[in-house]
């Protein structure tokens, strides 16, 4: 029995590598049994997945087909999940609402987050290592996006702070290379569209960086820090669901008004929720999922 999302009749999971240097993108993996999500990438050349509720590792040159990482007390995973500098250490969301942490080797969870009557979902570690950023969810009735806002907090579970305070929505939350700020998606400045913004790690110099009609999410910032990549939905769409006709859209960080549009595919929710860049910055991962 599957433990997360799963494909429809027709439909194909592919995992997709777009090329820096070429602008070329081609398939690492393609699966009609399972949904992967949301791929990080190893300094030593992985992807780090998610599916049927489990973390799976595969080579970024296809050679192997993805193997579960043994993940002892880790609940059903979801698609938030991120790489310690170190390379070592994964921290992931799971859907018991709690951000946990694990041996990417595999071996014992360890619960991070502490029951405070919200939901979290990881999305940055600060590039010292030291601290995570979620979204903070505090659901009213069904609308779990009555308040969602960006938080921090120390890998070991301790001196939660509160990055924004308004109910947003936000989501997508991570450090640049240098520290120097974090980026993320809000509502904060267009009600029912997410834009892409910037804000120091301590709250302040709250900065709006897209101002179009299309709905962007995600935002992902390449290891030099010179350019980024974030997730464009069509006008009018509603949170970040699946399966729409999505773009990746490519920035330099000092012209986030002229982006270049890399890809139009199937997808949106699993395709790029978390940092996907090669370490090196060489290029970046995704996942799509085409119906036949």
Do not use: K
């Not at 992931?92 to 405070?116: E, F, K, M």
């Not at 806002?149 to 579970?157: A, L, M, N, Y």
């Amino acid at each position: 029995m599957s433990r997360g999302r799963e494909l429809r009749p027709g439909q194909r999971c592919r995992l997709r590598v777009w090329d820096r240097a070429t602008g070329a993108v081609r398939t690492v993996f393609e699966s009609r049994d399972v949904l992967f999500e949301a791929p990080n990438w190893t300094a030593d050349d992985r992807l780090l997945v998610n599916g049927d509720g489990r973390l799976w590792l595969l080579p970024v040159d296809g050679s192997a087909a993805p193997e579960e990482i043994l993940a002892e007390g880790l609940p059903d995973a979801n698609n938030d999940h991120v790489l310690a500098p170190d390379g070592q250490t994964v921290f992931a969301s799971a859907n018991d609402w709690h951000i946990w942490q694990l041996p990417l080797t595999g071996g014992a969870a360890t619960r991070v987050t502490h029951d405070d009557g919200a939901m979290h979902f990881l999305h940055g570690v600060s590039p010292d290592g030291r601290r995570l950023a979620y979204v903070r969810l505090q659901p009213e009735g069904e609308n779990w996006w009555a308040s969602a806002t960006i938080h921090t907090i120390g890998v070991d579970g301790r001196d939660g702070r509160a990055v924004t305070t308004h109910p947003g929505p936000a989501d997508g939350c991570e450090w640049t290379p240098d520290g120097e700020w974090m980026l993320f998606n809000t509502e904060q400045f267009s009600p029912g569209r997410a834009q892409i913004a910037r804000v120091r790690p301590d709250g302040s110099e709250l900065t709006q960086l897209t101002f179009d009609e299309r709905v962007n999410w995600f935002p992902h910032v390449s290891p030099d820090g010179e350019i980024a990549v974030y997730l464009s939905y069509p006008p009018g769409t509603t949170g970040h669901p699946v399966d729409l006709e999505v773009e990746l859209r490519l920035v330099s960080v000092d012209a986030w008004g002229s982006p270049t549009t890399l890809a139009t595919l199937h997808g949106g929710q699993g395709t790029i929720n978390v940092p996907s860049w090669a370490p090196d910055g060489s290029g970046f991962a995704f996942a799509d999922y085409p119906v036949d």
